[in-house]
């Protein structure tokens, strides 16, 4: 008899924290989800931020970032679309479409420095082919008109002595 009632007190122990267990779990693995999510958010966040100054800096420097305003539209309107996702309650949702806003913003610091450094290059090889050569080439003008001056001037002085 009492056996039973020991193994009635253990089935209602087990029924009583399986149910816990069973409401209890899933707000467990719900905020592991939201956070996760939020930090995903955040990364991507910041991402989005040092490549566009990226993008920016490239742009100051002269260079063509068209491509790279493309990757960053799609990047943002994934990250967009991920803030949507994580208002709305769907927190795995928003941890995907976030690690596809950092997907596709891959290598794009390299290539917005790339774009810089070529465009930096460029602005130099432009200062010498519009400024420096036009200077040399009018001193060079100059310096061969004096030299004939000087030249034709002996000899008219010559040929007058004659």
Known sequence: MQFRVVCKSVVLFLALFLLVAAVCLPSFVHADTQSSANTELASARNELVECYNAARAAEAAGA???????????????????QLAYSSG?????YAL?????????NFVSA?????????????????????????GAFA????????????KRRYERVGKK
């Not at 769907?90 to 928003?94: E, K, L, P, Q, W």
């Open 64 to 82: 063509n970032i068209t491509a790279l305003t493309i990757k960053l539209n799609v990047a943002g309107s994934l990250f967009s679309q991920a």
């Open 141 to 152: 003008v100059i310096d061969v008109s004096v030299i004939l001056w000087v030249l034709l």
């Open 98 to 106: 976030a690690l596809q806003s950092q997907n596709e913003l891959s």
């Open 90 to 94: 769907n927190f795995s949702g928003a």
């Open 112 to 136: 917005a420095s790339s774009l810089q450094s070529s465009a930096s290059q460029k602005q130099s090889t432009d200062f010498l082919l519009n400024f420096l050569l036009p200077i040399i």
